[in-house]
């Protein structure tokens, strides 16, 4: 396709429709497929409890290096997103098959360094969190991190080719690629696990392998979609070269991103040793914690990969009322998606902890947790759309500085000394605090955002 037709088409979208159909039109599908990512993510705990709480704590407690996995993946994804989108704005097409290709490197050395971790780190890594405590929850946590890891092409590849068809505004191919890895998660999982149609038993092992099935059955199917239908990125390696300087403005916004998430990694890691001490059940809780609020916080993270090309085409086309529409159409849609989620937590704790097998001290501990944590739904919507924002526009770094004031600075050492001083009950308490702190800062930079960048901007057409 020449690049005229290619002009026509991703200005007819981007450009051209009206902003409240085009921010649906791209996040919907979306939001479809992280839902039921969420959901599939839910169903995999819920089968390892049925196992036993062990195995279940034995999972939790995998989350801060899967964390790390999905940072590295999902920020090298916003970097290319956001250039590769900016760039279709500037009607630079040679500039965006670039960063795709530049990008798909960047994916490979990642897929390289996990698997070296995969060897290396996760027995250690068990055993910092465990203190020398129970050998089974060890062994089944090893089991399943290192098959999670080394076979983490998958995810890799699910990101990779995923990307590309969101920067291009094909979400929906996007939707059926995550739809697909997540039913053949789900259809694996009590099959693997429990040994079901005459295969061995594979209990924690077997829900690992069906995880990473699911991604790689996802990558394959993103890059047919890739292959078959996005007209707009040449993938041809004909001349290729590797562009240090694309690289370099790819990581500059990736990275902060890939750092903000990685925070993430870094706070469930403390938090589970801090959680640890009182007992594995707080941890399973813990564990169970982000498996529930991510089936709230996960369509909301498939809006932001919506909305996000459609901020940075406008910035690279100059057009502020179609970027501060798309800014408050989905400000109010984060709000209603996570007042649910607030909901959730505050009228029916037990029912959600009764879907994991909840012991009678599961049910104890968490329905109070969940009381206390979920007062930060009704905070959280501003802080991630803000960040999405902040990415969108070439800003992370006012993300990752937020994200690290809120999971490092503030959570973590309100979260010990509560322990200290309140006992397990109290350290709940530390998610709100900390989340009232992330608003303050997400509001301080936006505000700064605006008047730097938005603001000057002519208006551009609606």
């Given at each position: 396709?020449?690049?005229?037709?290619?002009?026509?088409?991703?200005?007819?979208?981007?450009?051209?429709?009206?902003?409240?159909?085009?921010?649906?039109?791209?996040?919907?599908?979306?939001?479809?497929?992280?839902?039921?990512?969420?959901?599939?993510?839910?169903?995999?705990?819920?089968?390892?409890?049925?196992?036993?709480?062990?195995?279940?704590?034995?999972?939790?407690?995998?989350?801060?290096?899967?964390?790390?996995?999905?940072?590295?993946?999902?920020?090298?994804?916003?970097?290319i997103n956001a250039i590769l989108s900016k760039s279709l704005g500037e009607?630079?097409?040679?500039?965006?098959?670039?960063?795709?290709?530049?990008?798909?490197?960047?994916?490979?050395?990642?897929?390289?360094?996990?698997?070296?971790?995969?060897?290396?780190?996760?027995?250690?890594?068990?055993?910092?969190?465990?203190?020398?405590?129970?050998?089974?929850?060890?062994?089944?946590?090893?089991?399943?991190?290192?098959?999670?890891?080394?076979?983490?092409?998958?995810?890799?590849?699910?990101?990779?080719?995923?990307?590309?068809?969101?920067?291009?505004?094909?979400?929906?191919?996007?939707?059926?690629?995550?739809?697909?890895?997540?039913?053949?998660?789900?259809?694996?999982?009590?099959?693997?696990?429990?040994?079901?149609?005459?295969?061995?038993?594979?209990?924690?092992?077997?829900?690992?392998?069906?995880?990473?099935?699911?991604?790689?059955?996802?990558?394959?199917?993103?890059?047919?979609?890739?292959?078959?239908?996005?007209?707009?990125?040449?993938?041809?390696?004909?001349?290729?070269?590797?562009?240090?300087?694309?690289?370099?403005?790819?990581?500059?916004?990736?990275?902060?991103?890939?750092?903000?998430?990685?925070?993430?990694?870094?706070?469930?890691?403390?938090?589970?040793?801090?959680?640890?001490?009182?007992?594995?059940?707080?941890?399973?809780?813990?564990?169970?914690?982000?498996?529930?609020?991510?089936?709230?916080?996960?369509p909301v993270f498939g809006l932001n990969n919506g909305i996000t090309p459609?901020?940075?085409?406008?910035?690279?086309?100059?057009?502020?009322?179609?970027?501060?529409?798309?800014?408050?159409?989905?400000?109010?849609?984060?709000?209603?998606?996570?007042?649910?989620?607030?909901?959730?937590?505050?009228?029916?704790?037990?029912?959600?902890?009764?879907?994991?097998?909840?012991?009678?001290?599961?049910?104890?501990?968490?329905?109070?947790?969940?009381?206390?944590?979920?007062?930060?739904?009704?905070?959280?919507?501003?802080?991630?759309?803000?960040?999405?924002?902040?990415?969108?526009?070439?800003?992370?770094?006012?993300?990752?500085?937020?994200?690290?004031?809120?999971?490092?600075?503030?959570?973590?050492?309100?979260?010990?000394?509560?322990?200290?001083?309140?006992?397990?009950?109290?350290?709940?308490?530390?998610?709100?605090?900390?989340?009232?702190?992330?608003?303050?800062?997400?509001?301080?930079?936006?505000?700064?955002?605006?008047?730097?960048?938005?603001?000057?901007?002519?208006?551009?057409?609606?």
């Amino acid at each position: 396709m020449n690049s005229q037709n290619t002009e026509n088409i991703t200005e007819n979208k981007m450009g051209t429709m009206p902003v409240n159909k085009l921010v649906w039109n791209m996040s919907l599908p979306m939001m479809v497929s992280m839902l039921v990512q969420a959901l599939y993510n839910i169903v995999d705990s819920i089968f390892v409890a049925r196992v036993s709480e062990d195995a279940l704590t034995a999972v939790s407690l995998a989350f801060p290096l899967q964390t790390l996995v999905i940072a590295v993946g999902a920020g090298t994804g916003v970097g290319i997103n956001a250039i590769l989108s900016k760039s279709l704005g500037e009607k630079n097409f040679k500039k965006a098959n670039a960063t795709a290709l530049n990008g798909g490197f960047l994916y490979i050395a990642s897929y390289l360094l996990f698997l070296v971790l995969g060897f290396t780190i996760v027995k250690p890594f068990y055993a910092s969190q465990l203190k020398g405590g129970s050998p089974e929850i060890y062994n089944m946590g090893v089991q399943y991190l290192s098959i999670v890891m080394i076979f983490s092409m998958g995810i890799f590849g699910q990101f990779f080719f995923e990307r590309l068809l969101t920067s291009t505004g094909k979400t929906v191919f996007s939707m059926i690629s995550q739809l697909s890895g997540a039913i053949t998660n789900i259809i694996l999982d009590p099959i693997l696990i429990f040994g079901l149609f005459g295969l061995p038993k594979m209990g924690v092992a077997g829900a690992a392998a069906a995880t990473v099935i699911g991604q790689c059955v996802a990558a394959v199917v993103a890059f047919a979609c890739n292959m078959k239908y996005n007209h707009e990125i040449d993938l041809s390696l004909k001349g290729f070269r590797l562009n240090g300087a694309l690289i370099g403005s790819i990581y500059m916004v990736g990275i902060p991103s890939i750092i903000m998430q990685s925070i993430g990694s870094i706070m469930t890691y403390c938090m589970n040793k801090i959680l640890i001490d009182f007992s594995s059940t707080a941890a399973a809780v813990f564990g169970v914690y982000f498996k529930l609020q991510s089936f709230f916080f996960m369509p909301v993270f498939g809006l932001n990969n919506g909305i996000t090309p459609i901020i940075a085409y406008s910035y690279g086309a100059r057009q502020r009322k179609r970027m501060l529409k798309t800014i408050k159409i989905s400000m109010g849609t984060a709000f209603v998606l996570l007042l649910f989620g607030f909901a959730g937590f505050e009228l029916i704790p037990q029912v959600l902890l009764r879907m994991f097998d909840a012991s009678e001290e599961m049910l104890e501990i968490g329905c109070l947790a969940l009381r206390i944590i979920g007062f930060h739904f009704l905070i959280a919507w501003f802080c991630i759309i803000a960040g999405t924002i902040f990415q969108a526009l070439g800003k992370a770094v006012y993300s990752m500085v937020v994200s690290i004031m809120r999971q490092l600075v503030v959570l973590i050492p309100a979260a010990y000394i509560l322990a200290k001083t309140g006992g397990l009950n109290a350290v709940w308490w530390a998610f709100p605090i900390a989340e009232t702190m992330s608003l303050a800062v997400s509001a301080f930079c936006l505000r700064n955002v605006y008047k730097k960048i938005i603001k000057p901007l002519p208006e551009g057409r609606e």
